[in-house]
């Protein structure tokens, strides 16, 4: 239990990191490349206001004394006609190229010019990026699509991207190795004390038989001396139930304690089931009640066969306890897919709608009041759970009414 409570921690704690990591990570990624493409944007615009050019191409102006600022707060440098790499296309009403302008790159050609025109205009957007070119496509008076080359801001980009997702990654690992030493420290003591309380549940469990067993002794020497009474009768029915649940409490101990492996072998898993179960069909009508079995033949698999008759009598009997007068209670037993579903339900009044996972903690009685007149202790269910998580499977109870309750056990084969 400890050691799966310390992967669910560790499990968590690397989720929540890698969830934080990535927010992080992303974020910045996304604000880089969002800020090439606005400033692209903010070229191709200039651009286009200016007929393909920029406004001030020659050589001899001089550039302001201070350098202008948009809104964007994008520097306008005086080398920017200098270094920026674009070209235009000029378009007619219905899109087709009738004029190139590739003085301003060298790496593209009139050609490709043509064939990045016609692809984007038949994109049917106005801007966007084609390859490593942004792109602006003006219809208002002459059609023209502008491209600007960012190749060089694109490649820095993608290299921060690598080195942002190979240092998460070494970080990450960096991370869970302390996470793994760490979280070993911070649950010793939890696992100190679990061992303690197992142990002790052990140990007390084993003291208690001795006086039990004088007790039941001691009250049918009475019964032979006196004759039974209420007195007697009560001992010996509260000597069974504490009986019953000291061996409950060491059994459920016990399979915690062990990972169960060695006991497992192949079985007929229908054969086991049917035993398990036709017993109680004798039971639930000395009760009025109605207790209908259906089986599916010749399920094999790997399982404890005494734990899985346990289980069965566990849920039938808690089934037949908590089961309205002349009411039915219904097993069945079948494959799905790898895997092996027993189901019992049964009806009642004792349940709200929804789930009910709580039936499986320890100790735990649907009446307030905790009534010993059914004669359980709040604990059988909790070994029914143990004995299925050892066959590597789950268990879950529902009531989609309040008044019919649906235990269903799945495991593996």
């Not at 020659?58 to 550039?63: A, I, S």
């Not at 029915?237 to 304690?257: H, P």
């Not at 698999?301 to 009411?327: C, H, I, R, T």
Request: charged letters at 25%.
């Amino acid at each position: 239990m400890i050691k799966n409570l310390r992967k669910k921690f560790i499990l968590v704690s690397m989720c929540s990191m890698l969830v934080v990591l990535l927010g992080i990570v992303g974020g910045i990624l996304a604000a880089g490349y969002r800020r090439i493409a606005e400033r692209a944007d903010h070229v191709l615009q200039m651009l286009a206001e200016n007929n393909g050019e920029f406004p001030f191409e020659d050589m001899e102006r001089k550039p302001p004394e201070k350098p202008e600022r948009t809104q964007k707060d994008f520097h306008l440098s005086p080398e920017l006609p200098y270094e920026t790499r674009y070209f235009s296309v000029i378009y007619d009403e219905e899109g087709t190229v009738l004029e190139t302008k590739t003085g301003n790159i060298a790496a593209v050609q009139e050609a490709d010019a043509e064939n990045y025109g016609d692809a984007v205009w038949k994109k049917g957007k106005t801007k966007g990026f084609y390859g490593s070119y942004r792109y602006l496509i003006q219809k208002e008076t002459e059609p023209m699509g502008i491209f600007v080359d960012c190749s060089r801001e694109l490649d820095n980009f993608y290299v921060l991207l690598q080195a942002s997702f190979l240092l998460s990654f070494l970080g990450s690992s960096m991370v869970l190795i302390l996470v793994l030493f760490f979280s070993k420290r911070v649950f010793r003591p939890v696992a100190v004390s679990y061992e303690k309380q197992k142990q002790f549940i052990t140990d007390a469990g084993h003291e208690l038989k001795t006086p039990l067993t004088i007790i039941d002794a001691n009250t049918e020497v009475l019964e032979m001396m006196e004759g039974e009474n209420e007195w007697t009768v009560s001992i010996r029915k509260q000597v069974k139930r504490l009986t019953k649940l000291t061996q409950q409490m060491v059994a459920l101990t016990r399979m915690e304690e062990g990972s169960g492996e060695e006991e497992m072998c192949i079985l007929n898993l229908s054969q086991v089931i049917q035993e398990a179960a036709e017993p109680f069909c004798q039971v639930a009508e000395n009760e009025g009640k109605n207790l209908s079995i259906f089986v599916e033949p010749r399920i094999q698999g790997k399982g404890n066969e005494m734990q899985l008759y346990q289980l069965v009598s566990l849920l039938l009997d808690n089934a037949l306890k908590y089961s309205l007068p002349e009411s039915s209670i219904n097993l069945s037993f079948r494959k799905k897919g790898k895997r092996a579903e027993l189901v019992i339900s049964n009806e009642t009044d004792m349940v709200s709608k929804g789930n009910l996972d709580i039936l499986f903690e320890r100790f735990y009685r649907t009446d307030a009041s905790r009534n010993s007149e059914t004669g359980g202790a709040g604990i059988g269910l909790s070994v029914a759970r143990a004995i299925v998580q050892r066959h590597r499977g789950k268990i879950q109870a529902s009531s989609a009414d309040g008044r019919h309750i649906v235990v269903t056990a799945i495991w593996e084969r």
